[in-house]
């Protein structure tokens, strides 16, 4: 099956590099729970956070801020802290890198990865989901399809919390490289990097 000349197989490549790149390279390690509920731009209903009672509350989302030059925004109202910060929404600009990626990510790939689903009515909300165009709403949803990705590609079974730690050990450590986006990086790394072992 084909979306304007991306496959399915292509389509699902980008996905899992944009995933990747969200867990572990391009951001500061953000839970991997919002990174799971995280809604696309196209998404314009009610916040999905079954907790949520708030009637104003988008949920966890990725916005497109500007498409010339292009500028894309994560905005987290549910996040670990949420209630000690008084309802305090994280929000940062994606670093161009990523935004880059991801922009075209959510247009013909993603739109090809939908496509078997819509055909029955099915349509994801979140910016990321498994083989069946479901989100990662369960977490352990998440970790066997990351475990399953990194076999596919010749590595071994890792945890995603594993890669994530992985990540804040080398950005914690005296000799931390320079990442792809360490310019642009996210500004609450010092909120984020305090939580490194809880990743639901």
């Known amino acids: 099956m084909q979306q304007q000349g991306v496959t399915v197989e292509t389509s699902r490549d980008m996905h899992d590099a944009v995933l990747a790149a969200m867990i572990f390279s391009h951001l500061p390690p953000v839970r991997l729970s919002c990174i799971r509920s995280l809604v696309g731009p196209a998404y314009l209903g009610p916040c999905l956070h079954p907790d949520c009672k708030e009637p104003s509350c988008e949920g966890n989302r990725l916005s497109i801020m500007s498409e010339s030059p292009l500028l894309m925004r994560i905005s987290l109202p549910h ?12 929000e940062s600009d994606v670093p161009s890198d990523l935004a880059q990626l991801l922009h ?9 990865l939908l ?3 819509l055909l029955i009515g099915d349509a994801c909300p979140y910016v990321f989901m498994d083989m069946h165009g ?6 352990a949803v998440l970790t066997l399809y990351w475990q399953k990705w990194l076999v596919s590609r010749g590595g071994v ?7 994530r730690q992985v990540s804040v050990d080398e950005r914690q450590s005296n000799s931390a490289t320079a990442g ?17 072992c809880d990743t639901t």
């Open 79 to 90: 996040h670990k802290n949420a209630r000690k910060w008084g309802k305090a929404v994280i």
């Open 104 to 112: 075209t990510y959510l247009g013909a790939p993603r739109k090809a």
């Open 115 to 117: 496509e078997p689903h």
């Open 134 to 139: 479901k989100g990662f709403v369960a977490a």
């Open 157 to 163: 079974p890792m945890n995603p919390s594993m890669c």
């Open 180 to 196: 792809p986006s360490n310019q642009e990086a996210m500004p609450p790394l010092h909120l984020v990097l305090s939580d490194t």
